[in-house]
């Protein structure tokens, strides 16, 4: 049987949805809005594309958005002093500086300088540590839509064996945070790792972060599994003409449907729920921020 595919798109609609609801309460009672400021430093045309997605869906939200647009040669002690200044401003709820930044830029310098309490990506260290201490705190955007996704679709994850191939702090590390707050039984993983597809083939939860197109094949999936993919890799496509390319999973979609029992698919599955879940750390920052009760948004 064909695996369930897990829609991405739809569950970040009605979070986005859930979450404008709650934006609105609030302004009816307290006559205030949450603020998102994202800071883009040079022309790369992926993340400009990117930044005004975040742009139009945070104001379709009904938050106040503030886009800063900085030149290619803008140097590192402009950039801190311009996120410094954001940190001071209250109508700034969150702060987002995309990346990549230019190479003479420390991106660890820029992560480090925002404010743990606005840093709506969630990669300062302050709240790295405390997703590590099992504590509550803002968390990495990807890795919570994902961990959403996975609750959609999988009956209690206590005791389940939850597999992640990727190590990364963006996105491996914390999806294996979250899914060991939920009592499952984790094993980080990664291209390098012996035996990798033995391992991935013991997953009830298999979730796809390392960055190599189509790595994960049909034989690597546990028949009934939940298949999280995580990978964006462009590759070509001469099936639809020269110099034509196409966008892939870090999972052989084709094959692992046949096996997994639900399963994400690329594009369309995690990649939604970031900026929705980008919104979510907004809106719960300015909630912390402002004394109030943070909403309990379900989905």
């Known amino acids: 049987m064909p695996a369930n595919i897990i829609d991405g798109k ?6 986005r949805g859930k979450i404008s609801e709650s934006v609105s309460d609030l302004k009816d009672s307290h006559n205030i809005i949450p603020g998102l400021a994202v800071v883009l430093v040079g022309n790369d ?12 869906q945070t104001k379709e939200a009904d938050m106040n958005s503030y886009e800063f647009k900085m030149s290619e040669d803008t140097s590192e002690e402009e950039l801190l002093s311009k996120v410094e200044e954001l940190n001071n401003n209250s109508d700034v709820n969150g702060i987002l500086v995309q ?6 830029i420390s991106q660890q ?7 743990p309490k606005k840093d709506v990506d969630g990669l300062h260290p302050i709240n790295s540590g405390y997703l590590n201490s099992g504590l509550d705190g803002l968390v990495p955007c990807t890795p919570m839509g994902a961990s959403i996704l996975i609750k959609s679709s999988t009956d209690k994850l206590e005791g389940k064996n939850a597999v992640i191939i990727g190590r990364s702090n963006l996105v491996g590390k914390p999806v294996a945070q979250l ?3 939920e009592h499952c039984t984790v094993t980080i993983c990664h291209s390098r790792s012996k035996d990798l597809q033995d ?3 013991s997953a009830d939860i298999l979730v796809a972060a390392v960055g190599i197109p189509e790595l994960v094949k049909g034989d690597w999936i546990k028949p009934g599994a939940t298949v999280i993919d995580v990978g964006i890799n462009r590759i070509d496509a001469p099936e639809k003409g020269e110099n034509k390319t196409r966008l892939v999973g870090d999972v052989d979609f084709e094959a692992a449907s046949k096996v997994a029992g639900h399963i994400t698919p690329v594009p369309g599955g995690v990649g939604p729920m970031t900026i ?3 919104l979510l750390n907004t809106l719960n920052a300015f909630c912390e921020q402002n004394g109030f009760e943070k909403p309990n948004i379900n989905i």
Do not use: D, M, Q
Not at 10 to 15: G, P
Not at 109 to 115: G, L, M, N, Y
């Open 10 to 15: 739809e569950f970040a609609i009605r979070l």
């Open 45 to 56: 045309p992926a993340s400009e594309i990117y930044v005004r997605n975040k742009g139009i």
């Open 99 to 104: 990346f990549p930044v230019p190479n003479h």
């Open 109 to 115: 310098k820029v992560i480090e300088t925002i404010s």
């Open 179 to 181: 899914l060991l707050k």
């Open 199 to 201: 391992i991935a083939a």
């Open 276 to 278: 929705a879940c980008l």
